[in-house]
């Protein structure tokens, strides 16, 4: 006898507040800003990737700053660039998330990314999932000495996903927005593997008493 139930990572409500936006940055070329937004939610109904938002400075001649979003793959749910001052924009943009800096990006040099809530590398998400994997193995453990009949559900192995030049084969779009979407799909292959990680342990109702029954935020540090 085994206490699984089938359950999905989906079919809930949105909720930003607990799952917040990781915002790929990308502040490497000292003229522009790129941005991707990956969504942490299960919910989310905008899917996992928008963007990208290429922000530029202001040009020395007074003209419109390059700072309008890709039309292919821009999110609508976030606030229209246009020719805005590009702090504002990276204000806008930034708001709320968690940053994940690209190469050698310091987010605490770029003016307009003090708006968001806090920081992040794809490292630091790889280490608290497996950290956070590792409790639910605990768990379900001393579950099972206490219990023989509890089934110790098989967690998924969670891997560091590169996010080299060399995985953007199927980029297609400006190329200063290239590191920035390699990083993003590394993130979001973090936050579908810490998915499947919630799935199973969401699949045992013992373990659904002790973390809980809905899928958890995706551990960011």
């Known amino acids: ?33 790129t941005v991707w937004h990956v969504q942490t939610d299960p919910n989310s109904a905008t899917g996992r990737y928008s963007g990208a938002w290429i922000v530029g400075e202001t040009p020395a001649d007074g003209g419109a700053p390059d700072s309008e979003p890709d039309p292919e ?13 590009p702090v504002t924009v990276l204000e806008s ?10 190469g050698d990006t310091d987010p605490d040099a770029v003016d307009g990314a ?15 999932v497996e950290r956070a994997a590792d409790e639910i193995r605990a768990a ?5 000495e206490a219990h023989p009949h509890l089934t ?5 192995a969670v891997t560091l996903p590169d996010a080299g030049p060399d995985t ?21 292959d973090l936050v579908e593997q ?27 540090n």
């Open 114 to 128: 003090d708006s968001r809530a806090g920081t992040t590398t794809l490292a630091a998400i790889h280490g608290a």
């Open 168 to 188: 953007g084969a199927a980029f297609h779009g400006e190329e200063s927005a290239r590191a920035a979407w390699c990083t993003a799909q590394a993130a979001g």
């Open 73 to 85: 793959e821009a999110d609508t749910g976030t606030p229209e660039t246009g020719s805005a001052d």
């Open 194 to 220: 810490w998915f499947a990680v919630e799935s199973q342990r969401r699949s045992r109702a013992h373990l659904r008493e002790a973390f809980g029954p809905d899928v958890r935020p995706l551990p960011l």
């Open 1 to 33: 006898m085994t206490d699984t139930l089938n359950t999905t990572t989906t079919g809930g409500t949105a909720d930003p507040a607990h799952h917040p936006t990781i915002a790929v940055l990308d502040a490497t070329d000292p003229t522009l800003r």
């Open 152 to 156: 110790v559900p098989r967690l998924p």
């Open 140 to 144: 379900a453990k001393k579950a099972h």
């Open 93 to 102: 943009l930034l708001r709320g998330t968690v940053v994940l800096p690209v």
